[in-house]
Every structure is written in structure tokens, then in C-alpha cells.
């Protein structure tokens, strides 16, 4: 037998108010009337509101309540633009706890989507472009350098000119080419004196030997000197002193500051003075500052360059670039190129610093795998990039190192 219920009030409002919080989501009303206060409706007092209904039993006010829950669901997913899943069941005997956790877990996983689709770029309307972002990636160039050239490309580019190929490489190549800068040589007043710090085992000593050789054995015959301060390790002095004897070019030892300041002055007639250093680890701080004080000897004419190995990790690069800054580093010579296919992520990182390249090495022979750093000879190491050579060997002239030995 159903409870019946009966409510009155000055306004609709208020009897539904009065009506929710007395019975809840059980009063059902079946009966709205008007009951004018005087028995006229509208002419001398305030209309009366009275509703009536019955009570409902707890089986109904359940699949009330699921009906709700799945009318919730469909709104919250059709304005996500997703269609709504079967509603739950109302014969199902799932509580409203379960219904809640469900309608989280859907919560979550349409969150989940709609923060990839924010972080996913729109797709790509140029296939010449987005052709060209996957060389680059290919090539391991990072994220922030593709899309820095694939912006300038469409900003200087008519749509045209993005939907031609040949265009689009040879405007890429040039962009790569010159996010680079090269060094340039200062022609110093006394001896050039050249100094090669860098990370253990990237190829410090075999870059020396292979400077030592372009320069003090070609034609031109310059008089060349190396200096060592790497005398404190077995092996490391004579791997020096070999390449000295085979060249005849001398070499000496240094352990410290006098002896490098006298060897350095010593050395006054010479016209390049190559300095071989230990390789540091780029974590020990001490180390490295010990070395810069050691190099301070060399006086405020030397250069220092920074030897990286190709095959280093691009948050190894950063970290190595800025461990060794304290020593202002002229120019980055990137070793062990050989011992790599991909280079995208060595010019991403070094484009990043703005420091120059000096040279490159791609081999373990003395002299002859080593370079002038040139767009070029870049360029040459990336894959599936397409760009006329001559153009580029025309607008870039790179001096060729090794000609005189060769
Ligand atoms: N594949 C390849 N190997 C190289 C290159 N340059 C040097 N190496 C080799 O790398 C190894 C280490 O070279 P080193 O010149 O002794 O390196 P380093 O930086 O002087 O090493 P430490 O003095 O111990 O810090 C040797 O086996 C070299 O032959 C290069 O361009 N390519
Ligand atoms: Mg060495």
C-alpha cells in the first residue's frame, strides 16, 4: 500500500523544496493545482500551490537514480564528442558505488585522451613538409630544431613554392647549414698555440697527431711543436711521443704550470703550438678547474677547443658543452664521426649553444681523417636530404686539410 503525500506553499517553488527535503528522490508528484486564497483565482489574495503525489519504494528510487546516472554519462560524453556507452542496466544489480567508480574510470581515460590530443600538433597540410620532418627525425634531429626549420620554411615560403620538393630541400639543407656557425681562424702575432681539452678517450691525442702532421708536414713546411700535459699516465706520454718521433716534430712533457709556462716561451719561434691535454670527466669539477688553472701557463693568446665524440648521448653533449665552458672554448671538434650514422642530434645541440665547429674527424688514421668543418661535409652525413652539392660548394668553400699530405 503506497504512503500518499500532500503539500502546500505560496509559490512553486517553495512546495518543491518543501517536498524534496521532507520525502526526497521517493516523492513522486502526480498532482499540481492552483488554489486561489479567497476561492477566486487571482482577483483578492495570493494563489495557493498544493502538490500531491505518492511515496515511492526503495526498488524504484534505484532505477530512478540509474536513469540519472546514465543521463550524465551521455551528456558529459556527447560533449566530449564521444557517443555514449550502453547505459547501465537497471535490472543489473550494481550499486550506485559501482556506477560512480565506472563513470570515473571513463572520466579518466577521456582526460587521458583529450591531454594527448592537446600535446598532438594538428596534422602536417604540406606532404613535401611533413615528408621532411620525417627525414629529420630519421636523422635524430630533435623536436624543438625540426619544428624551428619547418616554421621558417612556411614562414618564408609561398604554398607553392611547400608543395615543390627540390624547394623545400634546398631551403632545409640551407637552413641546416647555417644553424651551424664555423670557426674562423685568427691569425695571432706570435705562435698559433692551440689547445685540445675534451672527455677521456674522444680522441684528443690522435686529433694533435693529425694537426701536427696537416701542418708541420706540408709544403709549406710550418714549424710545429706539441706539448703534453698528459705525462703522469703510462702509455699516454709515449703514444705522444711515437707520433713525434714517426713525424719529427717535437714533443715534451710538461707536469705543471712553471713547466708548461717554460716549455710555452721556449717555444716562442714556433708557428703553432698544439698542446695535448688528460681527458677529464666532465662530473669532476676539480679536475677540471686544476686544468684550466694548469692551462692559464699557456698565457691569454691560447685558444682552447672543446674534442666531442660523435657517438656521445644529446644530454651528454649539453652536460660536456657546459661542464667545460669555465675554459671559453673557441670551437667544438667533433671526433669519431665514422663511428655514427646519424647526426641530427650533434647539430640540434651545438646549433642550440651557438659555439662554432672547427673541425671534423672521421677516423683513426693520421693524418688523413680529419677536416675543415663545412656545411657540406654536414650536410653529406644526413640521409634522404636531397640539395644541389655545387650550390652549396660554391656559397660554403671549405679549405681541404689534407691535401698537402695526401
Ligand atoms: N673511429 C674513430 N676512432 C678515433 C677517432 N679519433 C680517435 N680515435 C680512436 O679513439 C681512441 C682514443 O683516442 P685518443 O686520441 O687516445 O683519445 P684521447 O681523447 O686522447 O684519450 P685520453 O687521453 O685517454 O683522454 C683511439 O683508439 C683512437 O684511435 C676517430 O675520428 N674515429
Ligand atoms: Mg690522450
Known amino acids: 500500500m503506497p504512503r500518499y503525500f500532500s503539500e502546500r506553499g505560496n509559490s512553486h517553488i517553495e512546495v518543491i523544496e518543501r517536498i524534496h527535503s521532507k520525502y526526497g528522490?521517493?516523492?513522486?508528484?502526480?498532482?499540481?493545482?492552483?488554489?486561489?486564497?479567497?476561492?477566486i483565482p487571482g482577483l483578492f489574495g495570493k494563489v495557493q500551490y498544493?502538490?500531491?503525489?505518492?511515496?515511492?519504494t526503495g526498488d524504484e528510487t534505484k532505477a530512478m537514480q540509474k536513469n540519472r546516472d546514465?543521463?550524465?554519462?551521455?551528456?558529459?560524453?556527447?560533449?566530449?564528442?564521444?557517443n555514449p556507452l550502453p547505459p547501465i542496466k537497471s535490472d543489473t544489480p550494481d550499486t550506485q558505488g559501482d556506477q560512480f567508480v565506472e563513470v570515473l574510470q571513463e572520466l579518466r581515460e577521456l582526460k587521458g585522451q583529450l591531454a594527448i590530443s592537446a600535446s598532438t600538433p594538428p596534422p602536417e597540410p604540406f606532404p613535401v613538409l611533413a615528408e621532411l620532418s620525417d627525414i629529420m627525425k630519421e636523422n635524430d634531429f630533435d623536436r624543438d630544431y625540426i619544428k624551428g626549420i619547418l616554421d621558417s620554411l612556411r614562414r618564408n615560403h609561398s604554398a607553392a613554392d611547400l608543395d615543390g620538393r627540390d624547394v623545400v630541400h634546398h631551403a632545409a639543407a640551407k637552413l641546416i647549414a647555417d644553424s651551424v656557425t664555423y670557426f674562423q681562424q685568427e691569425i695571432p702575432d706570435g705562435p698559433r698555440i692551440f689547445i685540445l681539452v675534451g672527455p677521456t678517450g674522444v680522441g684528443k691525442t690522435t686529433t694533435i697527431a693529425k694537426l701536427a702532421a696537416v701542418h708541420g708536414l706540408s709544403a709549406s713546411g710550418s714549424d710545429v711543436r706539441i706539448i703534453t700535459v698528459d705525462s703522469f699516465r703510462i702509455g699516454a706520454r709515449a703514444q705522444v711521443e711515437t707520433y713525434g718521433e714517426i713525424m719529427g716534430i717535437p714533443v715534451k712533457a710538461v707536469d705543471d704550470y712553471d713547466d708548461l709556462r717554460k716549455q710555452v716561451a721556449l717555444a716562442s719561434e714556433a708557428d703553432l703550438i698544439l698542446v695535448?691535454?688528460?681527458?677529464?670527466?666532465?662530473?669532476?669539477?676539480?679536475?677540471?678547474e686544476g686544468m684550466r688553472k694548469l692551462l692559464s701557463a699557456c698565457g691569454e693568446n691560447a685558444e682552447v677547443h672543446l674534442a666531442l665524440s660523435a657517438t656521445t648521448k644529446t644530454v651528454d653533449l649539453k652536460e660536456i658543452?657546459?661542464?667545460?665552458?669555465?675554459f671559453n672554448y673557441l670551437?667544438?671538434?667533433?671526433?669519431?664521426?665514422?663511428?655514427?650514422?646519424?647526426?641530427?642530434?650533434?647539430?640540434?645541440?651545438?646549433?642550440?649553444?651557438?659555439?662554432?665547429?672547427?673541425?671534423?674527424?672521421?677516423?683513426?688514421?693520421v693524418p688523413v681523417d680529419i677536416a675543415v668543418a663545412s656545411p657540406i661535409r654536414l650536410l653529406s652525413r644526413l640521409k634522404g636530404l636531397q640539395f644541389d652539392q655545387s650550390v652549396f660548394d660554391e656559397q660554403y668553400p671549405a679549405a681541404d686539410l689534407t691535401a698537402a699530405w695526401r
Open 276 to 288: 695535448d691535454t688528460i681527458g677529464n670527466s666532465p662530473r669532476d669539477k676539480n679536475k677540471i
Open 50 to 56: 498544493e502538490y500531491r503525489g505518492y511515496l515511492r
Open 321 to 326: 658543452m657546459s661542464r667545460f665552458e669555465s
Open 25 to 39: 528522490d521517493r516523492a513522486n508528484i502526480q498532482i499540481q493545482k492552483t488554489i486561489p486564497a479567497s476561492g
Open 70 to 82: 546514465n543521463e550524465t554519462r551521455a551528456a558529459i560524453l556527447a560533449s566530449v564528442g564521444k
Open 331 to 365: 670551437s667544438v671538434i667533433l671526433t669519431k664521426l665514422d663511428e655514427t650514422t646519424r647526426v641530427g642530434n650533434l647539430l640540434s645541440a651545438i646549433s642550440s649553444t651557438g659555439v662554432p665547429l672547427s673541425y671534423l674527424t672521421d677516423g683513426q688514421s
